[in-house]
């Protein structure tokens, strides 16, 4: 079983930047697919971002392409997530899921492990 935590959230003035983390509890991390997706209040959860398990796929939904960046140090076990140039748009919980030996899907039902959440609160 992977626990994943997220941490990072916050408040934030729009043009501001943010880096969350999700740190897992699996040594062998490294093997496994992240995604972050978002929920904002009202919404349906959604996709953002998503790394491969080797770390050579990376891919990003439209809304913040060339805003946020994903990584990965496995040293660490931990994924990050870079937000630069944030909106009141993004305002939202944020997730991580992680899938084992994953090319990083853009689908939820494709994860196996999720952690709690983190908030982010973009200001206008």
């Known amino acids: 079983q992977v626990q994943l935590v997220e941490s990072g959230g916050g408040l934030v003035q729009a043009g501001g930047s943010l880096k969350l983390s999700c740190a897992a509890s699996?040594?062998?991390?490294?093997?496994?697919?992240v995604g972050w997706f978002r929920q904002a209040p009202g919404k349906e959860r959604e996709f953002v971002t998503a790394?491969?398990?080797?770390?050579?796929?990376?891919s990003y939904a439209d809304s913040v392409k060339g805003r946020f960046t994903i990584a990965r140090d496995s040293a660490k076990n931990t994924v990050y997530l870079q937000m630069n140039s944030l909106k009141p748009e993004d305002t939202a919980i944020y997730y991580c899921?992680?899938?084992?030996?994953?090319?990083?899907?853009?689908?939820?039902?494709?994860?196996?492990?999720w952690g709690q959440g983190t908030q982010v609160t973009v200001s206008s």
């Open positions: 899921a992680a899938e084992h030996r994953g090319s990083g899907s853009k689908v939820q039902e494709a994860y196996d492990y």
């Open positions: 790394i491969s398990w080797g770390g050579g796929i990376r």
């Open positions: 699996e040594y062998t991390f490294s093997s496994y697919a």
